[in-house]
């Protein structure tokens, strides 16, 4: 029996896990059906009884270990989730020991963004390099950067948070306490609320912006009007970070990256425009699309035994 992991994703709505060999290849995967409305004691249970029918049925021999990745803040020593809109029901619990008591194995705990980046690392756009950083746009902004081929996690935890980077001084308030915070500027939901405020319609979908943007008449000069200014406020986030890191690479996932022919040109402007070292290492400088759109934060999760030790 080869060695082999299990990474299990949390997601907003529903988690799934896989047993993945160290070459990367998926042996099996199991998706939950528990609803997350039914609450913690639910949501522990069916996590427990995925990994373990995984676990049954590969053989506890060559298992490596078992990796996390959780939609919130969390605290990496204590093994909690200490903030997360998706999960409220599981903030302040001791999650990770909870888990590993039941299973009788260790945990490593990561939040889900950064196990993210550390999938399109490992088995996605970014298996050629060691230093890269995710961002995803969905509803909100995940962020997560890997340097050295690891996950950069802060004394805490909480690093990666690049969604609330504030690219707008006085911009919209965020659920985060702040304002004009990108995600607050270039997300799903943000794309929507411009689309309101133009008035193009209460309830569309950033699909429908998309759409919308291909007409010639005035709506589709308004939907265009939309995505430059969602790819403003992204270029000036990637014009910090790679003030910041100098990394070979910025990936972009996400619902939203069909749009890309829309806001990429007024993004790398502004990239252009704001940051002196992409100027100055183009094209070795790469701004990317991501390649393993959902099943990233999979394959980070699965990865995690294998290069994160310091969980506590
Ligand atoms: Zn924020």
Known sequence: MPEYSIGLDLGGTNLRAAAIDRAGDVLEKVS???PFSE???AVLAEMVQSISALRDRLGSAGLAGIGIGVPGFILIREGIIRNSNNLPFLEDFPIRDEIERRLSTSVVLENDANAAALGEKWRGAGREVDDLVLLTLGTGIGGGIISGGRVIRGFAGMAGEVGHLTVVPNGNPCGCGSQGCVEKHASATAVTAMARLMQLGESLSAKDIYDLAHRADE???KARQIW?????ALGLTLALLIN???FPLYLLGGGMLPAWEF???SMLRTVDARSATYRLTKPSTRIDVATLGN?????GAARLPWVETRNR
Do not use: K, W
């Open 219 to 221: 709506a589709g000069h």
């Open 32 to 34: 939950g059906s528990t």
């Open 244 to 246: 910041t890191f100098n």
């Open 295 to 299: 099943e990233a934060g999979l394959y």
């Open 228 to 232: 430059r200014v969602m790819g403003e």
């Open 39 to 41: 609450g913690r004691d």
């Open 263 to 265: 806001f990429a040109p």
